[in-house]
């Protein structure tokens, strides 16, 4: 009877899959943005403050990533210029950092896409939740799994007033001139997931 049981058992995670979670490394992990203006671009870093992605079997199907606005960093200026960008994108014009210190994104599919370029392996799904308010979004990711650890990578572009953050917006402001800020902006991350 036990060996009937356990041959179930075995036939039964052998087809369904064993989920678990995996935790988020964000120490190797790294976020970096590109913010584009008529005149030039900005670029930085934000740290990740927590995360993990659910594997079921060699399948990620799910997870949740939380982003520490408070961390964000521009990389591109020094001094006065560096604090006064800075000041400016944790202020209520972009991301309200002191009301909205976090972003989360939840994974909610994952699929496997042979047509993708760029290396690309996957196709992500999820919620943003960015300054309170949430969007659906899809981007196109590098993903590999081994078995004591999953690596992620993916570059796209958001448009930020999806979220109303309409500063300097040419879509929603006239005569800003050369003091426009394109809607879009980079996102790259490298993440790390282990057992």
């Given at each position: 009877?036990?060996?009937?049981?356990?041959?179930?058992?075995?036939?039964?995670?052998?087809?369904?899959?064993?989920?678990q979670?995996?935790?988020?490394?964000t120490?190797?992990?790294?976020?970096?943005?590109?913010?584009?203006?008529?005149?030039?671009?900005?670029?930085?870093?934000?740290?990740?403050?927590?995360?993990?992605?659910?594997?079921?079997?060699?399948?990620?199907?799910?997870?949740?990533?939380?982003?520490?606005?408070?961390?964000i960093?521009?990389?591109?200026?020094?001094?006065?210029?560096?604090?006064?960008?800075?000041?400016?994108?944790?202020?209520?014009?972009?991301?309200?950092?002191?009301?909205?210190?976090?972003?989360?994104?939840?994974?909610?599919?994952?699929?496997a896409?042979?047509?993708?370029?760029n290396?690309?392996?996957?196709?992500?799904?999820?919620?943003l939740?960015?300054?309170?308010?949430?969007?659906?979004?899809?981007?196109?990711a590098?993903?590999?799994?081994?078995?004591?650890?999953?690596?992620?990578?993916?570059?796209?572009?958001?448009?930020?007033?999806?979220?109303?953050?309409?500063?300097?917006?040419?879509s929603?402001?006239?005569?800003?001139?050369?003091?426009?800020?394109?809607?879009?902006?980079?996102?790259?991350?490298?993440?790390?997931?282990?057992?």
């Amino acid at each position: 009877m036990k060996k009937l049981v356990l041959a179930a058992a075995t036939v039964l995670f052998s087809v369904a899959g064993f989920a678990q979670d995996l935790q988020v490394n964000t120490d190797e992990s790294k976020l970096e943005w590109v913010g584009e203006k008529v005149t030039g671009k900005h670029w930085g870093t934000v740290d990740i403050q927590k995360g993990m992605l659910t594997l079921d079997g060699n399948s990620i199907t799910g997870g949740e990533i939380h982003v520490n606005m408070a961390t964000i960093n521009v990389q591109d200026l020094e001094g006065d210029s560096k604090a006064k960008l800075t000041g400016h994108l944790k202020s209520d014009d972009f991301f309200s950092v002191e009301q909205n210190p976090t972003v989360k994104f939840v994974i909610t599919k994952v699929k496997a896409d042979s047509k993708l370029k760029n290396g690309n392996t996957h196709s992500v799904t999820g919620i943003l939740s960015i300054k309170g308010k949430t969007e659906t979004i899809s981007f196109p990711a590098r993903l590999n799994v081994s078995d004591d650890e999953v690596t992620a990578f993916a570059s796209f572009k958001l448009d930020r007033t999806k979220w109303n953050i309409r500063y300097g917006s040419g879509s929603f402001f006239d005569n800003l001139g050369d003091k426009t800020i394109y809607d879009e902006f980079q996102v790259k991350f490298n993440i790390t997931a282990s057992k």
